[in-house]
């Protein structure tokens, strides 16, 4: 008897519509997030992120509303990520049925806020969500920065001590993509993934690359990840959640049917 | 007709719970409320909660609500959740120390987080699903199997001093207590409006109840 190890599906949700962009510019529709969230939970998904990619630009309403709904049905946890950046953005979310909202870019400008709303809300609703690129050369020991603006823009902080930090500051979880492998279907950057996970007491959920269901496998045996998140490998029909549970079980991999 | 009231204190998310409870009983009344009059004439009363124990109780006790608990933990069916079960205690180490509302004696301890590195399959917070292993035969394990999968999120975990008050155990680091029943009081660290088809039963469960055990 131990704790289960999670898989979490991701629902990119643009404007209401859950969309997966392929390193950020090729866009499909791939549904009604109500719909999709209420297919996941059937497959025996252990949570449901929804990482609203329209949030810098337009109106949150929307994404209060698709919360709202998908929480009135869905009984499992729910992460809301993408233009949390005042303590008042958090509360919202959180009464329209979150559990946990991720903080990403409002973390880097500002790391006083994660503290503020650990105190306000509690570590164990605050994720702190990390996209780190791999900046050391081949040969050299392995070395990654945080970057944001969607992988374009780089910060100069190194990505295992902004994740001490996070911690530090009260961060209940680390949502960890590796902006390399974001889209790719290549696999986690393992080592990565090792990297951060080894450093910090707290939950790190492994994101970007999950091309097949051996990756979420070697995510969490070779990443030393404690939940594996993924998008379009489930979102196209490819595979199941079940189907994944089904290969990390016969790996020896502690999950919850 | 049963009417359950969810105590509003202003900690956290209360809308999965009131839904989550609509969904099983849909000829009940569901009622999120910090009006003491409301919680004191309902046949259920349901304590959840997150966040931490000092804020909790100093809002309990800044709207006069930890008096509606004691009233209604003595005299109908109460069912807490996470941090509303801890508040039942004692006392709680979180924050410093805390007296809390004392129900049930015991005291309300934080998981090991200063772990050497092949410990790593325990970090803190206990963040998850895990297996709840029933100790006793109550009306709210009605249909449920033994070890089912229920979702946690917390760092502290009660120790009741009477051993027997224990309704259920999970594994983390060590045994620790999953549910405490006491009379018409029964609590759950884990988070049932979260924990799908188990936690559903669970719910449904408290609603069918009458408080006795």
């Known amino acids: 008897m131990t ?13 209401g519509r859950v969309v997966k962009g392929v390193q950020f510019v090729d866009i499909r529709d791939a549904g009604d997030p109500v719909e999709v969230a209420k297919r996941y939970n059937e497959q025996g998904a252990d949570e449901i992120t929804f990482l609203d990619i329209t949030a810098t630009h337009h109106d949150r309403e929307t994404i209060v509303h ?5 929480a009135s049905q869905v009984f499992i946890p729910l992460t809301v990520g993408g233009g949390i950046r005042k303590l008042e953005d958090i509360r919202r979310m959180l009464n329209a049925g979150a559990d946990k909202v991720g903080i990403n870019s409002a973390a880097i400008t500002n790391p006083e806020f994660v503290r503020e709303a650990a105190e306000k809300f509690g570590s164990q609703c605050i994720v702190v969500a990390i996209d780190a690129k791999r900046v050391s050369e081949e040969g050299e020991a392995a070395r990654w920065e945080i970057f944001t603006h969607g992988g374009r823009k ?19 979880e680390i949502l960890l993509t ?8 290549s696999g986690f950057d393992l080592e990565l993934t090792r990297a951060i996970s080894d450093s910090v007491m707290v939950p790190v959920i492994a994101s970007g690359g999950v091309g097949k269901l051996q990756d979420l496998t070697d995510g969490i045996k070779l990443g030393h990840a404690d939940a594996v998140l993924a998008a379009s490998i489930f979102h196209f029909g490819e595979h199941t959640v079940g189907e994944a549970k089904q290969q990390m079980a016969e790996q020896g991999i502690e999950v919850r049917f | 007709m049963r009417h359950v009231a969810v105590i509003d204190y202003g900690m956290g998310n209360l809308r999965s719970a009131s839904k989550a409870l609509e969904t099983v009983a849909q ?17 259920h009363v349901l304590f959840p909660g997150v966040g931490a124990i000092r804020d909790c109780i100093a809002e309990l006790k800044r709207r006069g609500l930890d008096e509606v608990i004691y009233e209604s933990a003595k005299s109908k069916p109460f069912l807490a959740i996470c941090i509303g079960m801890q508040a039942l205690l004692s006392h709680s180490d979180e924050n410093g120390g805390v007296d809390s509302l004392d129900l049930i004696s015991g005291n309300v301890k934080k998981f090991n987080d200063h772990l050497e590195r092949d410990q790593a399959d325990f970090k803190v917070p206990h963040m998850g699903w895990n297996q709840v292993q029933q100790t006793v035969s109550h009306p709210l394990w009605q249909n449920i199997e033994q070890a089912s999968h229920f979702y946690f999120v917390h760092s ?24 405490l029943h006491k009379d018409n009081i029964f609590a759950v660290q884990f988070h049932p409006e979260k924990s799908h088809h188990a936690g559903l039963q669970l719910l449904e469960n408290f609603i069918n109840w009458d408080g006795q055990s």
């Open chain 2, 27 to 43: 000829d009940a009344v569901i009622e999120v409320t910090s009006d003491p009059e409301q919680i004191l004439k309902a046949s």
């Open chain 1, 178 to 185: 590796s902006m390399d492998k974001d889209g790719t279907k």
């Open chain 1, 154 to 172: 780089g910060t100069g902080i190194d990505a295992v001590e902004w994740a001490r930090k996070m911690v530090d500051y009260g961060a209940g």
């Open chain 1, 3 to 15: 704790l289960a190890k999670r898989i979490i599906p991701c629902l990119d949700v643009d404007d």
């Open chain 2, 156 to 179: 502290y975990y009660t120790v009741p001093d009477d051993k027997s008050v224990i309704a259920a155990t999970a594994q983390y680091q060590h045994d620790f207590t999953a549910a």
């Open chain 1, 66 to 70: 698709v919360v709202e709904a998908v």
